[in-house]
């Protein structure tokens, strides 16, 4: 699912809501959440079309991992979580994976799986903690990278702003917001 349309729109919603925990991500989390991880994804040298894997049950990290790839123009294969250290190694080495991104819950299958698959160069742990060079933790691994900054704008209109803001990439959005996130 491609945020950017409803980032601006609806920043505020639900993007999505776990029903096993009642967790709400918003359009505005999940946007800043795989945005972060798309530039991860590109500091560590993923260019267009290259490819990474996500392992993991369904939790709220799912998607931005999947909305990385998309915004980056990578290839990722979803792996099935109730498959073996075997299995995944075997889609590790057949999809050319770079990457595996996975959850504390299948790290320990996701660890047994990269000792056969040495072309994989990092293994990130969306929701944990990272124990070496190669497994990390999505949070740390991050922490490096920009982060949205909050801009407070000054307004005689009492109910709205309403203004244009260039962006990135030459894009320009409408914004309803007296505080614009970029």
Request: net charge positive.
């Amino acid at each position: 699912m491609y945020t950017g349309k409803h980032v601006h729109l609806r920043p505020l919603q639900p993007a999505f809501v776990m029903a096993s925990t009642g967790e709400t991500v918003t359009y505005r989390e999940l946007e800043a959440r795989s945005n972060r991880l798309a530039h991860l994804l590109r500091n560590r040298g993923l260019t267009r079309l290259d490819h990474y894997s996500i392992f993991m049950e369904n939790n709220s990290r799912y998607l931005e991992s999947c909305g990385a790839g998309e915004r980056s123009g990578l290839y990722y294969t979803c792996v099935n979580s109730y498959l073996t250290a075997g299995e995944l190694a075997y889609i590790l080495t057949n999809s050319q994976s770079r990457i595996l991104i996975t959850s504390k819950e299948k790290l320990d299958v996701a660890r047994e799986a990269l000792g056969e698959c040495p072309h994989v160069e990092l293994c990130i742990v969306a929701d944990g903690e990272g124990e070496s060079d190669r497994i990390v933790g999505l949070q740390a691994a991050t922490a490096g990278l920009p982060q949205n900054k909050t801009i407070n704008i000054k307004s005689n209109e009492k109910d709205s702003v309403r203004m244009m803001v260039a962006l990135r990439c030459s894009k320009l959005i409408t914004l309803n917001n007296p505080k614009l996130e970029i």
